[in-house]
């Protein structure tokens, strides 16, 4: 049930609302005073202050909740993730597909500059929206009119930027819903394209975009594969962590050279469809066996760095609450403590029906895998 996540949130939400409000202070001071004498100073500092912030979500799945991530990859892509800028290209199968990324980054040391697009109103997520902002994650409306420019001149913009980062684009534009893929082999089939199953089609004017607007100076496209195990008992979302109900993910990675993609837009979104046609046979294959070909690198385990940080924090915190607590007259406490339980309950609610997937309008069963 909802109202037990709900509950179960109230604690690392109220961590990371206290947290995060610090960080936004010394992002809002940092960007009024630092950034208009050196946008590279700043970014080191904003950097810093934002690994912070996403490391506690990272001990809410790895370490609250048991999330699980089995990463297979050739050597090569090993040696180099986190060692370059890098366009990353996910298939998006839930909303914690960006929590994800962030994990995969903090893992080869580049959470602190791990950048996404998302939608506009994610912007105003407390605390989660101020701080990607700041980071210079780029917001769009869906408007393709509005979005071509903010793009552009976003990517331009991180020319300079002073540590490898990793951007982090869903073509498909959606998570994948029953609906979603019936839509898409329909659209699929009206085209005469590969009948998708397990991907969306993917939307290419972005990626196009982000090709020819980076390839000047960032050498690789990670081309990411998650793929959830059947048969387990939960489905990783932000309410599954909250109820610390542990689940699996498998992904894939595979690099390429920004440089040997085509040259023509018309090229690059030709490449991206064939990807994700790629990526729908490995996914079928990942189905039927349950792993993927490359060898597993298990060297990756759960951080020691994020559950440090989570609990050096919530330790200032529970000592601050204490002695705020105590300062008050004794009529007050009870009362100032009910409501901002009540306020933080609230937000944990907001999160939670943001990142919810809409009703289906159909049942899986009505699919078409033909």
């Known amino acids: 049930m909802e109202f037990s996540g709900i509950v179960g949130g109230i604690p690392f939400i109220s961590l990371f609302i206290f947290t995060g409000i610090l960080v936004n202070l010394i992002q809002v001071s940092c960007y009024l005073t630092i950034w208009p ?74 959470l602190r500059s791990a950048l996404t697009i998302v939608k506009k109103t994610t912007r105003y997520l407390p605390v989660f929206g101020w701080t990607n902002w700041f980071s210079e994650s780029i917001f769009l409306d869906r408007n393709w009119a509005k979005d ?80 959830i195990p059947k048969h387990q008992p939960f489905f990783p979302t932000l309410l599954t962590f909250l109820k610390m109900q542990p689940c699996k993910v498998a992904v894939h990675i595979k690099r390429y050279s920004t440089k040997d993609l085509p040259e023509s837009d018309q090229g690059i979104a030709q490449w991206c469809r064939n990807r994700f046609i790629a990526k729908d046979e490995l996914l079928e294959n990942f189905a039927a066996t349950g792993t993927f070909d490359e060898e597993e690198i298990t060297e990756f385990r759960r951080s020691t760095k994020s559950l440090i940080v989570t609990l ?18 004794s009529g007050w406490q009870y009362p100032t403590l009910a ?25 899986a069963t009505q699919i078409c895998t033909q």
């Open 312 to 329: 050096i924090f919530a330790g200032i915190f529970l000592v601050g609450g204490w002695i705020f607590l105590k300062r008050l007259s």
């Open 339 to 363: 409501t901002v339980i009540g306020s933080v309950a609230i937000v944990v609610h907001i999160f939670i029906e943001f990142t919810k997937m809409p009703p289906p309008k159909i049942k």
């Open 148 to 227: 071509e420019s903010n793009l552009k001149s976003s990517f331009e913009a991180l020319s300079d930027y002073p540590t490898p980062f990793w951007m982090t684009i869903f073509v498909e534009g959606t998570r994948l819903t029953a609906d979603k893929l019936l839509e898409a082999q329909s659209f699929a089939s009206s085209k005469g394209y590969p009948i998708p199953k397990n991907v969306l089609i993917p939307k290419t004017k972005g990626i196009v975009t982000a090709v020819q607007s980076l390839r000047s100076f960032v050498p690789a496209i990670y081309d990411v594969t998650i793929a």
């Open 37 to 110: 004498v050196s946008k590279r100073t700043f970014r080191r500092i904003n950097g810093a202050i934002t690994e912070l912030l996403w490391l506690e979500v990272v001990w809410l799945m790895e370490w609250w909740s048991g999330f699980e991530v089995k990463v297979h990859t050739d050597a090569k892509t090993c040696q180099l993730m986190g060692k370059e800028h890098a366009i990353i290209m996910p298939n998006h199968v839930s909303d914690s597909d960006t929590l994800l990324t962030w994990i995969l980054a903090q893992r080869v040391g580049c």
